[in-house]
């Protein structure tokens, strides 16, 4: 399989019906990055910086600076999706130790990611520095974690627009144009876009968050794993209402989820109108060779079907209906 994949590397990521799919790695080291834009990806659409900071001395604004100088270097020229600090709940920083987290009865719902930022400014205004600076340097995006509401999004505006203007003073320079993301996995964010239409540049929906909060259960607990289902109706038809309502507001939306790298749910999240994925270096040709193996439109006209029809008896599951509506 490995071998047959092989050929794939110079080809572009387009449908049978030749609808250009962007392809893009979920990566932190610069080697994968490589590999992966080897392999046809055309950029980094999630970095997620925590990694610097789950062991050994949190890096400072300089070091920051170094890794993500790295990693642009890696990617000559192509973008890379930075994610803002995402620690709490399972990603634990042993050298960050706030005493919010570790009195926490339930991380999953508690102070992570973007939560954590707000309240630690400090901290959180070092990478705001860090990436600004990076952006001087090639193509940068910010990515935000765990938006809940669009107030959120605003704050970390004004900061980064804080941040601005004490790097113009200090004579440093950035990208005033540096789009600014946000992360879809707050099941509330999901079904308001509409308000967070004005404040985010584009989106990124982490269906690993996203479905662990929609079906109430924890991403890491084997014992309720059954219940986490990428195919469960509720979550098909919230990832099918998102990308609806992001492709009316204007507002490119990729998903960066684990599910995203999947070959099993590639024809599901075209059917639903996926333009954009973000996946491990290792799926990137995997995934790019489902996505040559398939008619978007023929796909679409089958998940309209399936939502006319109900579930067809013949195929248990919608990906087995999608599978055999492609042969
Ligand atoms: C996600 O939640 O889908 C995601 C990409 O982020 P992480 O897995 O790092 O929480
Ligand atoms: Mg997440």
Request: proline content about 5%; aromatic content about 6%; overall charge negative.
């Amino acid at each position: 399989f490995r071998q047959a994949l092989d050929t794939l590397r110079a080809s572009p990521a387009a449908s049978i019906d030749h609808c250009e799919i962007a392809l893009l790695a979920n990566a932190e080291r610069p080697d994968d990055m490589r590999q992966a834009l080897q392999d046809g990806a055309c950029g980094v659409g999630l970095y997620r910086s925590e990694f610097l900071f789950m062991s050994g001395e949190p890096p400072d604004e300089e070091q920051q600076l170094a890794y993500y100088t790295e990693a642009i270097e890696a990617l000559g020229g192509a973008p890379l999706t930075i994610r803002t600090l995402d620690i709490g709940a399972d990603k634990t920083a042993h050298l960050l130790d706030f005493q919010a987290l570790r009195s926490n009865p339930n991380p999953a719902l508690g102070l992570r990611a973007v939560r954590l930022c707000l309240r630690e400014v400090e901290l959180f205004k070092i990478q705001l520095r860090a990436i600004l600076r990076a952006s001087a340097r090639g193509p940068v995006r910010m990515l935000v974690p765990m938006l809940t509401t669009a107030k959120e999004a605003r704050a970390v505006r004004a900061l980064l627009d804080e941040t601005r203007s004490e790097l113009e003073r200090a004579g440093q320079a950035y990208d005033a144009g540096m789009p600014m993301g946000g992360m879809i996995e707050v099941p509330a964010a999901a079904l308001s876009l509409e308000s967070f239409a004005g404040e985010l540049d584009f989106l990124s929906i982490g269906t690993n968050d996203l479905i662990q909060y929609m079906v109430a259960a924890d991403r890491v607990d084997e014992h309720v794993a059954h219940l986490y289902d990428p195919q469960h109706p509720g979550v098909i038809h919230l990832l099918g209402h998102v990308f609806e309502t992001a492709h009316r507001l204007d507002l490119p939306v990729a998903v960066c989820g684990e599910i995203a790298g999947d070959r099993r749910y590639t024809r599901l999240l075209l059917a639903l109108g996926l333009t954009e994925f973000s996946v491990q270096p290792r799926a990137v040709l995997e995934v790019k060779k489902v996505i040559n193996e398939t008619d978007v439109g023929r796909m679409r006209g089958a998940m309209a079907r399936w939502r006319e029809q109900g579930e067809d008896p013949r195929f248990p599951t919608l990906v087995q209906y999608l599978d055999h509506a492609q042969l």
